[in-house]
């Protein structure tokens, strides 16, 4: 096993040190960094990101040729870390000899830990990982910034502001997952990315702030009854919508190909996107929609059909309701000179 200590909450040296354990070649963009690594001991990438109010966030993705213990150091304070596992599975101790706990494919947990007790995760040897870890500093970075988001979030998981021990796992949520792979997607450059990757990253850690409110509350234990594996029938069957909204989907043929009952197959799709499967169906094939109106020479009528749908005018209709405006008025606006449907 391969142990790597962590000494720091700064970005900029958590990177020089994990080069130094990984051996690989660091780039950066304003306050983003990348390591990527390809020798015999790991291949991957790990990207990380400070922002405003003390918060950042490294994301793994990783696979090691051996077990991997990083130690975490709590150096000058305590933070808090909000981690997201969107593949494999990693675990998780207070010290070298606290009791570890694992948590899995698209499952969250939220950990701290008292001053000068450490945080430690294992990852394990060949098995590609995936791992987001927000850092939510507890040190206001000015001496009377009591209302900032990282001394609220203080506040709300530590009684008196006495920090201790602290480990939650979560349900499994596929939302979260999402909204991960919209952070990943982020193409600009400079101080674009930089606001665009810190607007999405709140809204992930307000997503899994609700979780723990829910889960405490005992609100999703109706909903969010699917197994890991169910979950990932969902999401590769989300995956092939998305891909191909055209196609003539049906909850029976979805259903066939999951291996999962229509009423299963409905509460994923309920408790992930919020919709229905065939309500999900039409809102993809609107977006695709949305994209050849902008990028193709296709006429609406053209668009209509090689969507998958039969009716124009029930395809106006639902079009008018997403863009507050017809497929003619949108493609209009986007070029005057070319409507000719």
Known sequence: ??????????????????????????????????????????????????????????????????????????????????????????????????????????????????????????????????????????????????????????????????????????SYNLKIAEKIEQLNAVTQTGIVRNLLKEGILRIILAMEIQQHTDDLNALSKDTNCLTLKEMEEIKELSEAIKANPEEAFTIKSLSKKAGLSPNKLQEGFKMIHNRTVNDYITHMRVLKAEILIRNSDLNISEIVYCIGFTSRSYFSKIFKQKFNCSPKEYKFNLNPLAITA
Request: proline share 1%; with cysteine; hydrophobic share 35%.
């Open 1 to 170: 096993m391969k142990t790597v200590t962590i000494n720091t909450e700064k970005i900029q040296n958590i990177f020089e040190e994990l080069n130094m354990n990984f051996d690989g070649k660091v780039t950066h963009d304003l306050d983003e960094y990348t390591l990527e690594v390809d020798n015999n001991f790991a291949k991957g990438s790990i990207i990380g990101a400070s922002f405003n109010d003390n918060i950042s966030y490294v994301q793994f993705d990783m696979t090691f040729s051996t077990n991997v213990r990083m130690d975490i150091l709590n150096v000058k304070s305590s933070p808090i870390y909000f981690a997201y596992c969107s593949k494999g599975s990693l675990s998780h101790s207070f010290g070298f000899t606290g009791e570890e706990r694992k948590f899995k494919t698209f499952q969250t947990a939220i950990v701290t830990s008292k001053e000068s007790q450490d945080n430690v995760l294992f990852f394990e040897k060949d098995k590609k990982t995936k791992f987001t870890l927000i850092i939510v500093g507890t040190e206001p970075e000015q001496q009377n910034d009591v209302y900032s988001l990282n001394q609220k979030v203080k506040e709300t998981f530590f009684e008196n502001n006495a920090v201790q021990d602290f480990f939650y796992i979560g």
